[in-house]
């Protein structure tokens, strides 16, 4: 059974920076890409970045990139986002996902099989 487990969420102010995790288990991490997307009240979720861990390729939405940067440590089996920077626009629950499909883009979550409960990010100006 699959399971994704974030943390490190919380409130900042406009500016600060966070250190999202996420510790997979069940799951082949190091053969398979990782993602992490957002939803914030009244809104699509959205892709914010994803890993190809296997090969340490990454891709950021044009709204994060620069600020946010995904990386990997096999090891422990956890993916991580940091996030620096922050505005009130990057408010938002944030979930983890593994077990991509073979067809599909990163970025649209039906290419995602695996969801992490969420963690919340809340930036204040």
């Known amino acids: 059974q699959v399971q994704l487990v974030e943390s490190g969420g919380g409130s900042v102010q406009t500016g600060g920076s966070l250190k999202l995790s996420c510790t997979a288990s069940?799951?082949?991490?190091?053969?398979?890409?990782m993602g992490w997307f957002r939803q914030a009240p009244g809104k699509e979720r959205e892709g914010v970045a994803t890993?190809?861990?296997?090969?340490?390729?990454?891709y950021y939405a044009l709204s994060v990139k620069g600020r946010f940067t995904i990386s990997q440590d096999n090891a422990k089996n956890t993916v991580y986002l940091e996030m620096n920077s922050l505005k009130p626009e990057d408010t938002a629950m944030y979930y983890c996902?593994?077990?991509?499909?073979?067809?599909?883009?990163?970025?649209?979550?039906?290419?995602?099989?695996?969801w992490g409960q969420g963690t919340q990010v809340t930036v204040s100006s």
């Open positions: 996902a593994a077990g991509s499909k073979l067809f599909g883009v990163w970025y649209d979550q039906a290419y995602w099989a695996y």
């Open positions: 069940g799951y082949t991490f190091s053969n398979n890409n």
């Open positions: 890993i190809y861990t296997h090969i340490g390729i990454t």
